[in-house]
């Protein structure tokens, strides 16, 4: 790639949103108002505002190695923090893809250094799991359920957390789970049912 190029792209991008509304860049200075925060994979292949047919303003993004809501990760807790309580999002979304790298590389035996400790949690996903999943023959049918139950168990380890419990009893902020096939473009909504899992957590996660 040439990184020249991309200058040249970004000058043609500024042409074209000028030319449609030549007040886009004031307008898009005086700050953002966004419904919706999305955790999404690192993968280059998938573009969360492209996806979902936003654009700039609209969406709170926050994308890691397989789309993972780790408790002790202050990047990810920060983001939720900052989206749910001060821009006041009304629906948080966790977004898996089926080909997910870092899905495949936590189910192979080799060590992978630096990534262990974070391929070691959807590794946990698989171990909850484990029953359902061993029952799959087809390796790739595998894999594809391991990335919608790592996408429902990132959604658990969202309703744990306080700002999500408080935001849902004060404005009824809701979860969702989604899964973006790269084979065909679709976007599946997992239905994860957020007042069940909230109602079965409550007991050991309950904060107040």
Same mark, same amino acid.
């Given at each position: 790639?040439?990184?020249?190029?991309?200058?040249?792209?970004?000058?043609?991008?500024?042409?074209?949103?000028?030319?449609?509304?030549?007040?886009?860049?004031?307008?898009?200075?005086?700050?953002?108002?966004?419904?919706?925060?999305?955790? #999404?994979?690192? %993968?280059?292949?998938?573009?969360?505002?492209? =996806?979902?047919? /936003?654009?700039?303003? *609209?969406?709170? &993004?926050?994308?890691?190695?397989?789309?993972?809501?780790?408790?002790?990760?202050?990047?990810?807790?920060?983001?939720?923090?900052?989206?749910?309580?001060?821009?006041?999002?009304?629906?948080?979304?966790?977004?898996?893809?089926?080909?997910?790298?870092?899905?495949?590389?936590?189910?192979?035996?080799?060590?992978?250094?630096?990534?262990?400790?974070?391929?070691?949690?959807?590794?946990?996903?698989?171990?909850?799991?484990?029953?359902?999943?061993? #029952?799959?023959? %087809?390796?790739?049918?595998?894999?594809?359920? =391991?990335?919608? /139950?790592?996408?429902? *168990?990132?959604? &658990?380890?969202?309703?744990?957390?306080?700002?999500?419990?408080?935001?849902?009893?004060?404005?009824?902020?809701?979860?969702?789970?989604?899964?973006?096939?790269?084979?065909?473009?679709?976007?599946?909504?997992?239905?994860?049912?957020?007042?069940?899992?909230?109602?079965?957590?409550?007991?050991?996660?309950?904060?107040?």
């Amino acid at each position: 790639m040439d990184l020249k190029s991309v200058f040249e792209n970004n000058a043609k991008w500024i042409s074209q949103k000028l030319g449609a509304d030549k007040d886009y860049f004031e307008n898009l200075g005086k700050g953002q108002n966004p419904e919706l925060l999305y955790i #999404g994979c690192s %993968d280059s292949r998938v573009t969360a505002e492209d =996806l979902m047919g /936003l654009g700039p303003g *609209e969406v709170f &993004v926050h994308r890691n190695i397989a789309n993972m809501v780790i408790s002790i990760d202050l990047n990810v807790m920060s983001v939720v923090n900052y989206a749910v309580e001060h821009l006041k999002v009304n629906h948080v979304v966790v977004c898996g893809h089926y080909a997910c790298g870092g899905v495949k590389a936590a189910m192979q035996s080799a060590d992978l250094g630096i990534l262990n400790p974070w391929l070691r949690n959807i590794r946990d996903v698989y171990r909850i799991h484990r029953n359902e999943l061993n #029952g799959i023959e %087809d390796e790739e049918n595998r894999y594809d359920r =391991l990335v919608e /139950l790592n996408v429902q *168990e990132q959604c &658990v380890n969202l309703i744990k957390t306080a700002a999500v419990q408080k935001a849902y009893r004060d404005r009824g902020l809701t979860v969702h789970g989604w899964v973006f096939d790269v084979h065909s473009g679709k976007l599946i909504d997992l239905k994860i049912d957020f007042e069940r899992i909230l109602r079965n957590i409550m007991e050991i996660y309950h904060l107040d």
